[in-house]
């Protein structure tokens, strides 16, 4: 009987030793990969057609992967290990590789923007998997409490006794992995304002907004990276982004973006028009709706074409939940209704806009 594509995507989530032996054999494989390329690139430069972008990325690439599985190593035999050190010291060690899976963690959160789907996905369930190894570790080695019938002198004494002797200090708490916003020229600490940038030879690669309230943003031209943080009631419109637009804590706006990459973390209510190379990601959302991109100002196409996001491939509507690993619909996201779209927002060259009709 055949298994059901839930039971293959469960089945990936599984922490069985064989498993992690492949995920370490297939990222090993993928810098040994991009290793051969960057050498293959470099004799033969003159004849390259990869642009430097593409080069950064896959070194941006390369050096996660490596970083990632050494401290992998590194977490996995301290783990292993830790039922052969002594009762007097399990509890340091335990704490010592608490804040070496939260530090990997960190590293995770930080180079998300530029990993692959598979890459992310795999480096977020090892660290799920490194977590519960310590967690069963730390239940299996630390010292439970017992229970006994005391007297009450005997009660008080241990009282008195645990006044004056100094408490185990708690193991450090693991906190959330927070997308890092880079610091870059950018719009900030905005309310009630329309906001407008146009990127044509100004040299920005990158470009930031964050702690928005009720502000209007128009982005003209290409960027690099696009970072967006901590917006409300906000309406979002930009032009090409080359590489990645990164999005953390929204809230009841709308987005029109085009981008290689586009990922999302902690949204509710909001809206995204996208125009988007591969599959959306989102993360931690709530009630997020999808929809084509619909902006023009003029340029605009060329723009789009230099930037490799001429063409429409559909993945606005192909959106990847990390939080839901059913097989059926994630309840998180959703199409957007044609009759609830807004119209397509054109931005003039003063920096004016307004919603058009679509035309043919």
């Known amino acids: 009987m055949q298994s059901s594509a839930a039971d293959g995507v469960l089945a990936e989530y599984g922490s069985s030793k064989p498993m992690e032996a492949s995920l370490q054999k297939k990222r090993q494989a993928m810098i040994d990969r991009l290793s051969n390329r960057h050498q293959s690139r470099t004799a033969t430069a003159g004849n390259s057609t990869r642009s430097a972008d593409d080069d950064n990325l896959d070194s941006a690439v390369a050096s996660f992967a490596s970083k990632f599985s050494e401290s992998k190593c590194s977490?996995?035999?301290?783990?292993?290990?830790?039922?052969?050190?002594?009762?007097?010291?399990?509890?340091?060690?335990?704490?010592?590789?608490?804040?070496?899976?939260?530090?990997?963690?960190?590293?995770v959160a930080e180079s998300s923007y530029s990993l692959p789907s598979y890459e992310l996905r795999s480096a977020l369930k090892s660290v799920s998997e490194m977590k519960q190894r310590l967690e069963n570790q730390s239940a299996e080695l630390l010292p439970k409490k017992k229970f006994s019938f005391r007297n009450k002198s005997a009660t008080a004494a241990a009282k008195s006794s645990a006044a004056v002797r100094p408490k185990d200090p708690d193991p450090p708490k693991q906190q959330p992995p927070v997308l890092v916003i880079?610091?870059?020229?950018?719009?900030?600490?905005?309310?009630?304002?329309?906001?407008?940038?146009?990127?044509?030879?100004?040299?920005?690669?990158?470009?930031?907004?964050?702690?928005?309230?009720?502000?209007?943003?128009?982005?003209?031209?290409?960027?690099?990276?696009?970072?967006?943080?901590?917006?409300?009631?906000?309406?979002?419109?930009?032009?090409?982004?080359?590489?990645?637009?990164?999005?953390?804590?929204?809230?009841?706006?709308?987005?029109?973006?085009?981008?290689?990459?586009?990922?999302?973390?902690?949204?509710?209510?909001?809206?995204?028009?996208?125009?988007?190379?591969?599959?959306p990601i989102i993360e931690d959302c709530l009630r997020v709706r999808f929809a084509p991109y619909c902006l023009r100002y003029e340029g605009m196409e060329e723009e789009l074409q230099e930037a490799g996001l001429g063409d429409e491939s559909g993945n606005w509507g192909n959106v990847d939940d990390f939080k839901w690993l059913r097989a059926v619909q994630s309840p998180n996201w959703s199409v957007l209704e044609e009759s609830q779209r807004i119209e397509c927002f054109e931005i003039h060259e003063s920096g004016d806009g307004n919603e058009n009709p679509q035309t043919d």
């Open 75 to 107: 977490i996995d035999s301290l783990i292993d290990k830790s039922s052969s050190v002594d009762s007097s010291a399990i509890r340091s060690h335990l704490d010592g590789i608490s804040s070496s899976i939260a530090a990997l963690e960190q590293l």
């Open 182 to 279: 880079r610091e870059s020229p950018g719009f900030r600490n905005a309310e009630d304002a329309t906001l407008t940038k146009n990127f044509r030879g100004s040299g920005i690669g990158e470009f930031t907004a964050s702690d928005l309230d009720s502000c209007e943003v128009r982005l003209i031209g290409c960027i690099n990276a696009l970072f967006i943080n901590r917006l409300r009631n906000c309406r979002v419109y930009t032009g090409p982004v080359i590489g990645s637009v990164l999005i953390e804590q929204v809230e009841n706006c709308v987005f029109v973006l085009a981008s290689h990459q586009i990922r999302i973390h902690n949204a509710s209510g909001c809206d995204f028009y996208l125009r988007v190379r591969s599959r």
